[in-house]
């Protein structure tokens, strides 16, 4: 019996995997799109899920993208579409607008009805699906990476299949949309050996993108013009949420090796000695106190020549600022934290405090592409004479 329900959830989510990634690219979405509208602005309610799967198929894009934009007919708004779909079938004929009552339909037959539809039809639903299907292909192309990156990407996602769909989606989404973890590596931030600490490692998005880079690149497949990822470095992780921190491990669990994720307080946990350190979005949700003691415990557990990467949101950065805040509150509310307390600082403060300890520190932006205020410290600790 358990090996038929890991066989059933394993075909479920093999199958949710192929209608999230097959049919990808920008002209397929935008046929997928413009195929879902048309068949969505059609009067053949009931049917609409068949006729999105049989006629996506035939296309070869994405019957779940299709059937999505099939719902452009919501209830609200079908019965509005519909005669305007019958009064522009009977205009075609050279025929006068109906007035909306039920003696003028009896009148027409259903017959005629039909015809009127179906003519009604193949002009909004062609329209809408035009628009909807070239605003797509725009869109698309616009946000579409290059394809070493989506090969990056989707190698460093992989690892999370089986931790779980949601941990997949979550983990593509911010390798898509978070501009920090492709800098990590483009921009060389890490040594090439040592170990890497991650503070508040969450899922370990940042262990399992250097791993695929190392295997992106002993394929040939890496980005050009990138360092080569680190080749030696070992992972340990300190995370405090449970279940974060299990599907951590789980997606490392064939690098035992060379990851190790730990489920422990940051205000209370052993820092061991590490040639880079990560400190990604966390200090805000601690106290100012709590704050410059663990960057304290940080900076002691710094090897030397070795890199304390903080990122955190800059607070004098104005609207940018603003709109950072606020969308930690709604991700806070969505994880059932009503009245959470954020303690943010401006990028000076956080430069300031991080010198005093004794480091090189220089301040990159690291919100490229979105609204969000964020910026990157790198603090470096120098070589002894």
Same mark, same amino acid.
């Given at each position: 019996?358990?090996?038929?329900?890991?066989?059933?959830?394993?075909?479920?989510?093999?199958?949710?995997?192929?209608?999230?990634?097959?049919?990808?690219?920008?002209?397929?979405?935008?046929?997928?799109?413009?195929?879902?509208?048309?068949?969505?602005?059609?009067?053949?309610?009931?049917?609409?899920?068949?006729?999105?799967?049989?006629?996506?198929?035939?296309?070869?894009?994405?019957?779940?993208?299709?059937?999505?934009?099939?719902?452009?007919?919501?209830?609200?708004?079908?019965?509005?579409?519909?005669?305007?779909?019958?009064?522009?079938?009977?205009?075609?004929?050279?025929?006068?607008?109906?007035?909306?009552?039920?003696?003028?339909?009896?009148?027409?037959?259903?017959?005629?009805?039909?015809?009127?539809?179906?003519?009604?039809?193949?002009?909004?639903?062609?329209?809408?699906?035009?628009?909807?299907?070239?605003?797509?292909?725009? %869109? *698309?192309?616009?946000?579409?990476?290059?394809?070493?990156? $989506?090969? =990056?990407?989707?190698? &460093? /996602?992989?690892?999370? +299949? @089986?931790?779980?769909?949601?941990?997949?989606?979550?983990?593509?989404?911010?390798?898509?949309?978070?501009?920090?973890?492709?800098?990590?590596?483009?921009?060389?931030?890490?040594?090439?050996?040592?170990?890497?600490?991650?503070?508040?490692?969450?899922?370990?998005?940042?262990?399992?993108?250097?791993?695929?880079?190392?295997?992106?690149?002993?394929?040939?497949?890496?980005?050009?013009?990138?360092?080569?990822?680190?080749?030696?470095?070992?992972?340990?992780?300190?995370?405090?949420?449970?279940?974060?921190?299990?599907?951590?491990?789980?997606?490392?669990?064939?690098?035992?090796? %060379? *990851?190790?994720?730990?489920?422990?307080?940051?205000?209370? $946990?052993? =820092?061991?000695?590490? &040639? /880079?350190?990560?400190? +990604? @979005?966390?200090?805000?949700?601690?106290?100012?106190?709590?704050?410059?003691?663990?960057?304290?415990?940080?900076?002691?557990?710094?090897?030397?020549?070795?890199?304390?990467?903080?990122?955190?949101?800059?607070?004098?950065?104005?609207?940018?600022?603003?709109?950072?805040?606020?969308?930690?509150?709604?991700?806070?509310?969505?994880?059932?934290?009503?009245?959470?307390?954020?303690?943010?600082?401006?990028?000076?403060?956080?430069?300031?405090?991080?010198?005093?300890?004794?480091?090189?520190?220089?301040?990159?932006?690291?919100?490229?592409?979105?609204?969000?205020?964020?910026?990157?410290? *790198?603090?470096?600790?120098?070589?002894?004479?």
């Amino acid at each position: 019996m358990r090996w038929k329900k890991e066989q059933l959830t394993k075909g479920l989510r093999d199958l949710l995997y192929r209608l999230r990634t097959e049919g990808t690219s920008p002209r397929q979405q935008a046929i997928a799109v413009a195929l879902g509208a048309f068949i969505g602005c059609s009067p053949l309610y009931g049917l609409h899920l068949g006729l999105c799967i049989v006629f996506a198929r035939l296309f070869r894009v994405n019957p779940a993208l299709a059937y999505l934009a099939s719902h452009v007919s919501l209830p609200g708004v079908w019965p509005f579409l519909m005669m305007a779909e019958l009064e522009i079938g009977r205009r075609m004929r050279g025929e006068s607008y109906l007035r909306i009552h039920l003696h003028n339909l009896r009148e027409l037959g259903w017959r005629q009805a039909g015809i009127d539809l179906t003519l009604g039809t193949l002009v909004v639903g062609g329209g809408v699906a035009a628009i909807l299907g070239f605003f797509t292909l725009w %869109a *698309a192309r616009k946000r579409q990476l290059n394809p070493e990156l $989506a090969a =990056l990407l989707e190698e &460093a /996602a992989r690892r999370y +299949l @089986d931790t779980g769909l949601l941990h997949w989606e979550f983990v593509r989404g911010k390798l898509r949309h978070d501009p920090l973890y492709f800098n990590l590596l483009r921009q060389g931030f890490l040594p090439p050996e040592g170990l890497l600490l991650d503070l508040g490692c969450g899922r370990g998005i940042a262990f399992s993108l250097i791993l695929a880079g190392r295997d992106l690149h002993r394929r040939g497949a890496y980005p050009p013009g990138w360092p080569p990822p680190p080749p030696h470095l070992t992972f340990y992780g300190i995370e405090g949420r449970p279940k974060t921190a299990a599907a951590a491990r789980h997606a490392m669990a064939d690098e035992a090796d %060379a *990851a190790q994720i730990e489920t422990a307080d940051l205000r209370t $946990a052993e =820092l061991p000695r590490a &040639a /880079a350190i990560l400190i +990604l @979005d966390v200090l805000h949700y601690l106290p100012p106190a709590d704050q410059e003691a663990l960057l304290s415990r940080a900076a002691a557990a710094l090897a030397p020549g070795g890199v304390l990467l903080v990122r955190d949101a800059d607070a004098a950065a104005g609207w940018r600022f603003a709109a950072t805040r606020l969308q930690e509150r709604f991700s806070s509310l969505l994880r059932g934290h009503l009245r959470p307390r954020f303690h943010y600082r401006s990028a000076a403060e956080w430069q300031q405090r991080l010198a005093g300890l004794g480091l090189a520190v220089d301040v990159q932006p690291m919100g490229m592409g979105t609204p969000y205020a964020n910026v990157l410290l *790198a603090a470096r600790r120098g070589m002894p004479p």
